[in-house]
C-alpha cells in the first residue's frame, strides 16, 4: 500500500490543498518523497498529518484534529481509492466525523470539499447520504483491511522527528537501561507504530534484546528439528549461522561505515548477551587504534544521532516481514557533516528492506539539505512555498536527480544569491577590476589589476 494524493482543507497553513504523489511517466505511486521549503511551509506539519490520520484511520471516530475535510488516496494491489473524512454538526452543534471509502471511479474530491465549507447541516447529511456510503469492498478486496494498520502483524508504521522533547541520549552513562523482562513484552504484543527520537532509545534497546533471544530460541528449535538429531554440534552450528543472521553482527556493518570514518567501532564479537530476565544488553562503541571503549554520551551529536536513528529503523525491519510501510523522516541530515549526506538516503533504503530481501514501504523525507534533495528525481521533490499569507502550495521540483546542490538551490530551493554578504562584495570588486583592465592603457595598471583579479578567482572560485 502506498500513498498516492493527499488533499486537505482547513488544517493548519493547508487552506485548500493538494499533493499529487505519483510518477509522472508511470502513474504509480511514488516509492520516496522529499519536502522542501522555507521554515513554516509545513513539512514537519506534513508528516506528522500523514502519521496522525494512518494512526486514527481505524479509530472510531477521527481526530478533531483534520478540520472541515481531508482525503489520502491510496494505492493497493493495482486498485486505487481514496479515503475521505469531513465533519458535521448535530442540532446540539456536537461535530460528528464521517468517513467512507470512494472508489477510483469517484474523483470529486475538490466538489466535495466545496459542499462541506458551503453546505448547511442538512445538505451535508443528505450528500453523506447519497454519495458517503462506505465502500468496503473492491473487485472482491477489502479495502478497509488494506490501509488500516495492525499490531502483531507486518505493518510498520514510523516516524522519526527531527528532535525530541528531551535529549535521553546524554543521560546514557552506560548503555540504555532496560532488561530481558521489558523486551520479551514484544512477544506478547508488537504495535505497528513506533517512534524513532531520542526519547525512545530504550525501545530500540529492547528491540535489539528481542532479535537476540528471538535467534537463541530459533537455534534451539532448529537443534531439536527431528531432521537434525543424528547431525554433529558443530554441523548444526554451521548450518544454523548461514541461515540465520546475528543482528549485532549486521548492525556493526552499518554503523562502522560511519564510525570508522572517526576512528571508532561497534564492537558485537564482545557484546554480553542478556540470559536472565533482569539481565541488559552489554554492547560498546571503541576506539580502532586502543580498543577503548567511548561511552554512547560522548559521541559527537551528529554520530549518536544517526547511528541511534538509522539502528532503531533497521532493528523493525530485521528478520521480519513488512508488506506495508510507511518510514516518515525529518531532518536527516542533523548534525552530520556534508560528506555522510551524499548516499543517506540510500543508506535509509537499504535498512528499509525486509527479511524477504524486499522493500514494501514507502518514504517520506523533509529536509533543509540540497545535497539530500539532490538524490530525489525531480517529480519526487515536492517544493511547498507560501501562496498567500496564512497559505501553502505545492509543486514538483525541476532540477534533475544529482544535480549540483548549488543548482538545487536555484532551482528548487529558490535562493538565488549562494554568497554571503562579503561574497557578493567581492563578485563586484571582481567585475570592477575586469572593467577598469578592459580600459586600462597602463601598462604597470595593468599587471596589477591582472594580479588582483586572478587572486580573487582562486579565492572565490570566480
Known sequence: MKIRKIWIKGYKQFKDFELDLTNPQT???????????????????????????????????????????????????????????????????NEKSNKCILAESITGIPDWFHYVNNASNDELSLIHQKYSQPIWILNGKNIYKAIEFDNDSSDLLLYSPSEGL?????????????????????????????????????????????SIRNRQQEQENFELAE????????????????????????????????????????????????????????????????????????????????????????????????????????????????????????????????????????LFVATHSPIIAAQFEPYERIVLEWDEPGCVKAHKGTAPAGDDPNDILKKDFGIAHLMGKKGEEMWQQYLLKKKKLRHSTDEAEKEKLIGAITKLGADYNF
Open 27 to 93: 502513474g504509480e505511486a511514488l516509492n520516496k518523497v522529499c519536502f522542501i521549503g522555507q521554515n513554516g511551509t509545513g513539512k514537519s506539519t506534513l508528516l506528522e498529518f500523514i502519521v496522525d490520520f494512518l494512526i486514527h484511520i481505524s479509530s472510531p471516530d477521527i481526530d478533531n484534529r483534520f478540520r472541515h475535510a481531508c482525503a489520502i488516496e491510496f494505492s493497493f494491489e493495482k486498485l486505487n481509492f481514496i479515503y475521505f473524512v469531513s465533519y458535521t454538526c448535530d442540532d446540539q452543534g
Open 166 to 210: 528531551q535529549n535521553s541520549y546524554l543521560n546514557i552513562n552506560d548503555v540504555p537501561k532496560t532488561d530481558l523482562d521489558n523486551a520479551l513484552g514484544l512477544s506478547h504484543s508488537f504495535p505497528f507504530y513506533h517512534a524513532v527520537s531520542s526519547e525512545t532509545v530504550q525501545e530500540f534497546w529492547n528491540l535489539l534484546i528481542y
Open 227 to 362: 531432521e537434525n538429531i543424528n547431525k554433529t554440534k558443530r554441523e548444526l552450528i554451521a548450518e544454523f549461522q548461514a541461515g540465520s543472521p546475528q543482528i549485532l553482527v549486521k548492525l556493526a556493518e552499518i554503523w562502522n561505515k560511519i564510525l570508522a570514518q572517526a576512528g571508532l567501532y561497534f564492537d558485537a564479537a564482545g557484546a554480553r548477551k542478556p540470559y536472565q530476565l533482569t539481565d541488559n544488553l552489554y554492547a560498546y562503541i571503541k576506539t580502532i587504534d586502543t580498543d577503548e571503549r567511548i561511552e554512547y554520551n560522548q559521541l559527537s551529536m551528529g554520530i549518536r544521532n544517526f547511528i541511534f536513528r538509522i539502528g532503531h529503523i533497521y532493528s523493525l525491519y530485521f528478520n521480519r516481514e513488512i508488506k506495508k510501510g510507511i518510514v516518515l523522516i525529518d531532518e536527516p541530515e542533523n548534525s552530520l557533516f556534508p560528506d555522510f549526506l551524499y548516499d543517506l538516503i540510500e543508506t535509509y533504503q537499504a535498512v528499509m528492506v525486509d527479511k524477504n530481501g524486499e522493500n514494501n514501504s514507502q
